[in-house]
């Protein structure tokens, strides 16, 4: 099992099973089942959180699923903390690690929260850097799997900017063998490195990574049309990248050409008028806030079995979801 949680493949192998956790974790807290309710494996455990960025959905998802773990979440904002200014972040790890059952880590530079990792001696989840994204790619194949539990021959396209999103959400298709077709303008394809992975990952499963710069060939017959912000955070200097994202708008003219039965998801924030258009964000196929919800179910399962796997494993045979 995995340590750290830095890229949504570090938990290759048990992925599938910690999406069946947090979809069933989730279905049973929601009816009071009470051996969800009284899960706590994070009893006495503070969770520490450090951003250098902004974040409404990972903070609010975090806080609030450590507290329903048992635990005690604590906030810690760049500005009000030593690293970056006077500490290092091996320092900061080691120092963290003598109070903390876990840490996640929202950054800017990818390199920071492996680092972190490295000096950490208890888990540390990567909650956004400028390459990855893992909790958003968990939560978002819970959401797809969700929609659609027979997911087979599934297509998911993604149009946008080859960014830490698409890296963690073809990785994260690739690992569940469902077929995924993205679309970004030329200068903008996610890394190489991340595409090579991704293409391992789905030769071993059955499945294909497709890269296109056309919009319409992504979104051809799709049942999962997703797209992302066109300038990321820590991206605000390049203010004219948005001009090369002429025609790669998620809007009603280019779903006209997916299934019949498309969804519509983003990681969120939106920019409207962007990325997307308010039809297409407001539609009744647009499953964006069912897929900001499962942030915090998907995470709660990330983290119970990183903290305490005995305990998640546990929780597993007892929902019965075949362990
Ligand atoms: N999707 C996401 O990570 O949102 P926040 O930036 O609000 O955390
Ligand atoms: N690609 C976006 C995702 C925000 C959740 C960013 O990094 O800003």
């Given at each position: 099992m995995a340590e750290h949680l830095l890229a949504i493949d570090d938990v290759k192998e048990d992925f599938n099973d910690i999406l069946k956790w947090a979809i069933e974790f989730k279905r049973m807290w929601k009816s009071a089942d009470e051996i969800a309710t009284n899960f706590h494996p994070l009893a006495d455990l503070a969770i520490g959180s450090i951003y250098e960025k902004p974040s409404t959905r990972t903070r609010v998802s975090f806080e609030v699923g450590i507290n329903r773990l048992g635990g005690y979440?604590?906030?810690?904002?760049?500005?009000?903390?030593?690293?970056?200014?006077?500490?290092?972040?091996?320092?900061?790890?080691?120092?963290?690690?003598?109070?903390?059952?876990?840490?996640?880590?929202?950054?800017?530079?990818?390199?920071?929260?492996?680092?972190?990792?490295?000096?950490?001696?208890?888990?540390?989840?990567?909650a956004l850097s400028d390459k990855h994204h893992p909790c958003q790619a968990a939560a978002d194949l819970m959401t797809i799997i969700e929609q659609f539990p027979d997911n087979d021959g599934l297509k998911v396209a993604y149009i946008g900017d080859g960014n830490?999103?698409?890296?963690?959400?073809?990785?994260?298709?690739?690992?569940?063998?469902?077929?995924?077709?993205?679309?970004?303008?030329?200068?903008?394809?996610?890394?190489?490195?991340?595409?090579?992975?991704?293409?391992?990952?789905?030769?071993?499963?059955?499945?294909?990574?497709?890269?296109?710069?056309?919009p319409l060939e992504a979104v051809a017959n799709a049942d999962v049309i997703y797209t992302d912000v066109f300038v990321s955070m820590g991206?605000?200097?390049?203010?004219?990248?948005?001009?090369?994202?002429?025609?790669?708008?998620?809007?009603?003219?280019?779903?006209?050409?997916?299934?019949?039965?498309?969804k519509f998801m983003h990681c969120l924030p939106a920019h409207r008028g962007d990325e997307v258009t308010d039809d297409i964000m407001d539609h009744q196929n647009s499953i964006v806030f069912d897929q900001a919800e499962n942030r915090m179910w998907a995470q709660m399962s990330l983290l119970s079995y990183l903290v305490d796997y005995p305990a998640w494993s546990a929780m597993g045979e007892m929902m019965g979801i075949g362990f």
């Open positions: 979440p604590l906030t810690l904002l760049k500005n009000d903390i030593q690293l970056g200014k006077s500490e290092t972040v091996a320092d900061t790890a080691n120092v963290l690690s003598r109070f903390l059952g876990a840490i996640t880590y929202r950054c800017f530079a990818h390199s920071d929260v492996a680092e972190l990792a490295a000096n950490s001696s208890v888990p540390v989840i990567n830490n999103v698409l890296h963690d959400l073809m990785l994260a298709c690739a690992m569940l063998g469902i077929k995924i077709h993205y679309a970004c303008p030329k200068g903008y394809e996610p890394s190489s490195d991340i595409i090579e992975r991704a293409e391992e990952h789905a030769r071993e499963n059955g499945s294909q990574v497709i890269g296109t710069n056309e991206e605000e200097g390049l203010k004219d990248k948005i001009n090369d994202f002429e025609g790669f708008q998620v809007n009603s003219e280019l779903v006209d050409n997916a299934s019949n039965d498309w």
